[in-house]
C-alpha cells in the first residue's frame, strides 16, 4: 500500500540546463511535430507509439472477483502493465474505463488509440468482449488482442501439446472437455479445433454446452453448433 501502485513514469530524457528543457519541450518539440505532420509514420520514429501497450478494463470480469467495476479493476491492470515491462520491455498504460456499454468502449479505445502501438484488452465479460475486440480489429490499424481469451487459449493449447507427447497419443483419438464458456473457455475450444482436435465439448453453468439449451447467447450459439458432435446431455450436481 505504500508504494500507491506499480507503475511510476520514467524519462528517458533529462532536463538539467535550460537547453535541455528547450529541446524536450518548446520549442524543440516543434521539430519532431511537424516531420510527424508530414509523415504520419514517424510517430513510430519520435515517439513511444511503436513500444507502448494500453491495457483497457471495464471492470466486468476481474480475475476470480466477477464485476467490480473500473477503479477496482486498477490493481489488475497495473500488474498486467508490470508484466509487459518486466517480461518484455514493454511499455504499459492501464486504462480503466467507467462503461460497459459496447459502443462507448469503442469509441473511447478509437479515440485513445493515436498513441499507442497496441490494444490489449482485458477483463471484459463475455460475449461482449468478442463483439468489442472484432469491432476494434475492424477500425483499428494496430494489433488488438484480448488477453483472457487468447493469452489463455495459447497456454492451454501448449501445455496439451506437450501432455499428449508424454502420454504418447494423438490429438485426432482425444476427447477434449472445456470447463467453462466465457471468453477462455470458447477462445480456447476455438482453437483446439483450429488446431485439428475433433471432439470438444464445453461445460458451463447450465452443464454440458448444446444446440438444446435455450437462452445460449451468440456466442455460445456459435459454439454448440461445433463442440459435442455426440449430443450429449447433463447438468451437474
Known amino acids: 500500500a505504500d ?9 528517458k530524457y533529462h532536463v538539467k540546463t535550460r537547453e535541455d ?3 524536450a519541450y ?28 494500453a491495457v483497457v478494463s471495464d471492470g466486468s470480469a476481474v480475475l476470480g472477483l466477477g464485476n467490480i467495476g473500473a477503479k477496482a479493476a486498477m490493481p489488475v491492470m ?24 459496447p459502443d462507448e468502449i469503442v469509441d473511447t479505445v478509437v479515440r485513445i488509440s493515436p498513441g499507442f502501438g497496441g490494444i490489449n484488452l482485458e477483463d471484459i465479460s463475455a460475449p461482449r468482449c468478442f463483439e ?11 494489433p488488438v488482442f484480448h488477453d483472457d481469451q487468447h493469452g489463455t487459449a495459447i497456454v492451454v493449447l501448449a501445455g496439451i501439446i506437450n501432455a499428449l507427447k508424454v502420454v504418447g ?3 485426432e483419438n482425444c476427447k477434449v472437455v472445456v470447463n467453462g464458456d466465457g471468453s477462455a ?31 445460449l447467447n ?17 447438468v451437474f450436481g
Not at 508504494?3 to 524519462?11: I, Q, Y
Not at 475450444?189 to 437462452?215: A, E, H, N
Not at 450459439?221 to 463442440?227: F, P
Request: proline letters at 3%; glycine letters at 8%.
Open 26 to 53: 518548446t520549442p524543440g518539440v516543434a521539430k519532431p511535430c511537424v516531420e510527424i505532420a508530414n509523415n504520419p509514420e514517424d510517430v513510430y520514429k519520435y515517439t513511444w507509439k511503436g513500444n507502448t501497450v
Open 21 to 23: 528543457l528547450s529541446l
Open 132 to 142: 468489442i475486440e472484432n469491432r476494434l480489429k475492424e477500425i483499428l490499424d494496430i
Open 169 to 171: 497419443k494423438e490429438k
Open 185 to 215: 473457455g470458447i477462445a480456447i475450444t476455438k482453437l483446439l479445433l483450429k488446431y485439428g482436435f475433433k471432439d470438444v465439448t464445453i461445460c458451463g453453468l447450465y452443464g454440458i454446452l448444446s444446440k438444446d439449451i435455450k437462452d
Open 218 to 234: 451468440w456466442a455460445q450459439k456459435e459454439m454448440a453448433e461445433v463442440t459435442n458432435l455426440s449430443g450429449q446431455n447433463g
Open 78 to 101: 497495473e500488474g498486467k502493465a508490470v508484466l509487459f515491462k518486466e517480461f518484455g520491455n514493454v511499455n504499459a498504460v492501464p486504462i480503466c474505463l467507467d462503461t460497459q456499454d
Open 3 to 11: 508504494l500507491k501502485g506499480k507503475l511510476s513514469t520514467e524519462a
